[in-house]
């Protein structure tokens, strides 16, 4: 059975360090996600991109946030300099349309010291 | 405001025994619905979804929830819980007109033997 998968599945990185965090959608799904869990709280949604391009963001996904979608399989999101509060499990998911069901990759756990 | 919520915190199931989960959802028309499960140090794994139609949908591992527009709930049943049941559950919607989904803040099950 296809599905999402996430690379690293953890990193540890210093303060005012770039991160990029690498998925490979499910591979005929069109809508693409990343949302965050930090520890203790509840998901968080972050982003949507469909067609090479942010189809809805949230609050939480500022200037410091880029995602991209480099090749026909990856999709990465990166922060460009992160911050105490970034540490968290970020989940990659994809859809094969939109509002269709949303399929979640096992995570990356990002710790910023 | 709009939201997804789980009541509870934290339910003790003993094995064997019935389980429920509650989930109310606060969004002016009916949402899709879903509940997913996860397991310590997992992703999140759809247990089951509601789009339209018949209001008890069955999902994997025995779990059904039933849809109630009139109480705004999407609780998740199970005749008789497994001590691998244990896990995280969260419910969670995709607002009408929106892609992303919305979480509440889960309920830990504990299966007691």
């Known amino acids: 059975e296809p599905e999402v998968t996430q690379t690293p599945s953890h990193q540890v990185t210093q303060m005012g360090q770039e991160v990029i965090l690498r998925c490979v959608p499910i591979s005929n799904h069109l809508y693409f996600y990343w949302y965050r869990q930090i520890l203790g709280q509840k998901v968080e949604f972050l982003v949507s991109?469909?067609?090479?391009?942010?189809?809805?963001k949230s609050e939480i996904f500022d200037d410091q946030f880029s995602v991209e979608r480099p090749d026909g399989s990856n999709f990465t999101l990166k922060i460009r300099s992160t911050k105490l509060e970034d540490s968290a499990m970020y989940f990659c998911?994809?859809?094969?349309?939109?509002?269709?069901?949303?399929?979640f990759g096992p995570g990356t756990r990002l710790l910023v010291l | 405001a709009q939201s997804v919520t789980q009541p509870d915190i934290h339910i003790t199931v003993s094995e064997g025994a019935s389980l429920e989960l509650r989930c109310n959802y606060s969004?002016?028309?009916?949402?899709?619905l879903f509940w997913y499960v996860q397991s310590p140090g997992q992703g999140l794994q759809l247990l089951l979804k509601y789009f339209s139609g018949d209001t008890l949908v069955q999902g994997i591992k025995g779990f059904e929830a039933e849809f109630k527009r009139s109480q705004s709930s999407f609780n998740l049943r199970k005749p008789s819980v497994h001590w691998s049941d244990a896990a995280e559950y969260f419910c969670?919607?995709?607002?009408?007109?929106?892609?992303?989904?919305?979480f509440g803040t889960g309920t830990r099950l504990l299966v007691s033997p």
């Open positions: 991109f469909y067609n090479n391009e942010i189809s809805e």
């Open positions: 969670a919607v995709v607002p009408g007109g929106f892609q992303k989904l919305v």
């Open positions: 998911a994809s859809s094969p349309d939109r509002q269709e069901t949303q399929y």
């Open positions: 969004y002016g028309a009916t949402p899709y």
